[in-house]
């Protein structure tokens, strides 16, 4: 199977654009969200498809919570770190580096260690956090916000981590049979204009199963 092409930004068109000016940054968008596959794909993003002068934009929908952690939901507990348990972001930044301790005394956001983790690797890129509002309501309603802030921003590449839903939630394909699936990632990844990366990390060192329009549970090694 083909790599995937990243469209690769930073200094695309050799730095510069018509009559010599600088070509514009791509603009990547990171769906941030105080969880473990969110991380992931932040350390994917970062190690892999993220190049110096890219501009980074982490975005955070702010869903209401579904009572007792409803099906289709799961309400993240708050730690001593400042994120939901489980969320390896100090691990990820093998404690130090910018915004390392953004958290360590309860006091912190992940949005902030998410985006102190992006300059510690990218010291010199421009790294916006942004919290919104869902623009609708419904079942799809943090997917199509994701999509209608991705298009007004012209964002160039999309990352989301792939949340692996238990089949037991009664969650059922079209042609009706169950399977665990992340319905955001997917409804991205099949209506996004731009490229769309859901991201799903298989182990510590197994890598990362990437899906996009185009690649179907594509295996990249660690």
């Excluded at 912190?108 to 010291?123: N, S, V």
């Excluded at 009664?170 to 997917?186: F, I, K, N, V, Y």
């Amino acid at each position: 199977m083909a790599l995937i092409d990243l469209g690769r930004g930073g200094s695309r068109g050799a730095g510069a654009g018509a009559g010599g000016a600088p070509a514009k940054p791509r603009l990547v968008m990171l769906v941030a969200d105080p969880c473990r596959e969110s991380t992931a794909a932040m350390e994917w993003a970062l190690s892999h498809a993220i190049v110096e002068g890219d501009d980074i934009l982490l975005l955070h929908v702010n869903m209401p919570h579904p009572h007792n952690g409803a099906a289709g939901g799961h309400v993240p507990s708050r730690s001593s770190s400042g994120g939901s348990a489980g969320f390896p972001i100090a691990a990820f930044l093998g404690g130090g580096g910018a915004g390392a301790g953004a958290g360590a005394d309860g006091g912190g956001d992940f949005m902030e260690a998410m985006r102190g983790a992006c300059k510690a690797r990218y010291p010199r890129a421009r790294v916006h956090g942004e919290r919104v509002e869902p623009a609708t309501e419904g079942r799809e309603a943090k997917a199509q916000t994701i999509l209608a802030e991705s298009q007004r921003r012209r964002v160039e590449l999309l990352v989301i981590g792939h949340r692996r839903v238990s089949s037991f939630l009664g969650l059922r394909s079209s042609s009706g049979s169950s399977r665990g699936h992340d319905s955001t990632a997917e409804f991205l990844i099949e209506h996004s204009k731009c490229l769309c990366v859901s991201v799903q990390k298989k182990g510590q060192n197994a890598g990362y199963l990437l899906n996009t329009k185009t690649h179907k549970n594509f295996w990249l090694l660690a």
